[in-house]
């Protein structure tokens, strides 16, 4: 074991206080269908962001887009926290682990108000109240939600709304007539508090509109429930209440820029969080390869891949997904 007392110093701080809290941050961060899909490996002067394939989803997700971005929302909030520490993160992708790796030196701390948003930022699907965002509010969340070759495109008219709504139902139809999709869906649903707590993961049913029921009641019931139409219309309503839908396109098609494309996300959610505002995801523009190429031509966007899709308004908060403990995420070194 290497002593402690010849180590640089952000190693030092990394062996002595072993970044836990830095990871603890990360969690927080969004996921698809809040599946967490990471593994966090700590060494001296840097982290490990693993994607934990365990946790895929291959009915909404068939091509891992939305795992490599939730790395990414993981990584922003972990860059955050570490800026907070006095520690500048320096990410790379790692195409041959597939994990993004974080090497720190020291900074001056900062704690600037998108790190403290970190344990209130919440996927919010409510009914929002329906006003426009100011001129200040928009140029914040553009800045927050552009990266390095991903771009952030913000709809406020009622007409883009509109047309957005069109192709979330699109989306909605293609899925909901796939039975896999609806196992997958269910499978990660928490129809009742302590299904959620003994799992700490998916979503939990009452951010969904669903009463606490036993989990073999929820399953039969479903399908009786839940419909594209349903669906579709509660969305239409949902984007015509929201101030702004935000849409994420990378420049390329690939995990480094999806990764990026989650940070960026993240970024803006955060920002959002800090201006007093929710989001929710409204993704299955995305998420279904035909309607997915019919919404880029729609957004003008060429070659370039829409990666996610927010909605962004003042409202109530909603039911909080929670997180699994931070040991449960932490794997040993090799």
Request: proline share 7%.
């Amino acid at each position: 074991m290497q002593d402690i007392s010849v180590m640089d110093p952000v190693a030092r701080w990394s062996v002595t206080r072993d970044y836990v809290s830095l990871v603890q941050q990360a969690t927080l961060a969004a996921s698809s269908h809040n599946t967490q899909p990471w593994r966090f490996r700590l060494e001296p002067g840097r982290i490990l962001i693993f994607a934990d394939f365990a946790r895929r989803c291959p009915e909404v997700d068939p091509d891992d887009h939305h795992l490599f971005a939730s790395l990414g929302c993981a990584a922003e909030n972990l860059l955050l926290a570490a800026r907070a520490e006095g520690l500048a993160g320096n990410p790379r992708y790692d195409a041959g682990r597939a994990c993004v790796s974080i090497s720190f030196e020291k900074a001056p701390a900062e704690r600037p108000p998108r790190f403290m948003a970190i344990p209130a930022r919440q996927c919010s699907r409510s009914r929002y109240d329906g006003t426009r965002l100011d001129v200040a509010e928009l140029r914040a969340l553009e800045r927050a939600g552009r990266g390095a070759e991903v771009d952030v495109s913000l709809f406020t008219g009622a007409r883009d709304k509109d047309q957005i709504a069109e192709y979330v139902a699109a989306g909605n139809e293609s899925q909901f007539d796939n039975p896999a999709w609806a196992r997958e869906m269910r499978r990660w649903i928490r129809f009742n508090a302590r299904e959620a707590r003994r799992s700490c993961d998916g979503l939990d049913g009452r951010a969904l509109g669903i009463p606490s029921v036993p989990r073999p009641l929820g399953e039969l019931l479903m399908p009786f429930a839940a419909s594209a139409a349903k669906q579709s219309r509660k969305d239409a309503a949902d984007i015509r209440s929201s101030g702004a839908v935000a849409v994420f396109s990378s420049q390329e098609d690939d995990p480094k820029h999806w990764i990026e494309a989650g940070r960026c996300c993240e970024r803006l959610a955060l920002e959002a969080t800090a201006l007093g505002l929710r989001v929710a995801f409204i993704n299955q523009p995305v998420e279904v390869a035909t309607v997915r190429r019919q919404f880029a031509a729609f957004l003008g966007l060429g070659n370039r891949r829409p990666d996610l899709v927010l909605r962004i308004g003042r409202g109530p908060a909603a039911p909080r997904s929670l997180r699994r403990p931070v040991e449960q995420v932490i794997e040993e070194t090799p």
